[in-house]
């Protein structure tokens, strides 16, 4: 059975940090480009960031270049991202998702080309 599994979401003032973790099972890791989707309330959910093992891709949506960090640990099977210098407009529930290697780049990471989910975790980031 296929899971993702985040954690690490929580309440945080303007400036903070926080990681989420996606435990991730079921499939053979380096078969899939890992990351994340986020959805604010009343909102599309957009494409965060992702990390592809086969070929060493990483993307970041505009929106968080430069504050946010996805890292991966083979051994653990496990997805992290470190959010940093967090804004109020960055309070959504993130999603862990999985697709094919080749969408994790610009304009390919997006909801439609995603084979897994995770349950999401709520990040909010108050004033």
């Known amino acids: 059975e296929v899971q993702l599994v985040e954690s690490g979401g929580g309440l945080v003032q303007a400036g903070g940090s926080l990681r989420l973790s996606c435990a991730a099972s079921?499939?053979?890791?380096?078969?899939?480009?890992i990351g994340w989707f986020r959805q604010a309330p009343g909102k599309e959910r957009e494409g965060v960031s992702c990390h592809s093992s086969s070929d060493g891709s990483i993307y970041y949506g505009d929106s968080v270049k430069g504050r946010f960090t996805i890292s991966s640990d083979k051994a653990k099977t496990t997805v992290y991202l470190q959010m940093n210098s967090l804004k109020t407009e960055d309070t959504a529930v993130y999603y862990c998702?999985?697709?094919?290697?080749?969408?994790?780049?610009?304009?390919?990471?997006?909801?439609?080309?995603?084979?897994?989910w995770g349950g999401g975790a709520l990040v909010t980031v108050s004033s």
């Open positions: 998702a999985a697709g094919a290697p080749g969408l994790c780049t610009v304009g390919l990471w997006v909801t439609y080309g995603i084979d897994y």
């Open positions: 079921g499939f053979t890791f380096d078969d899939y480009a």
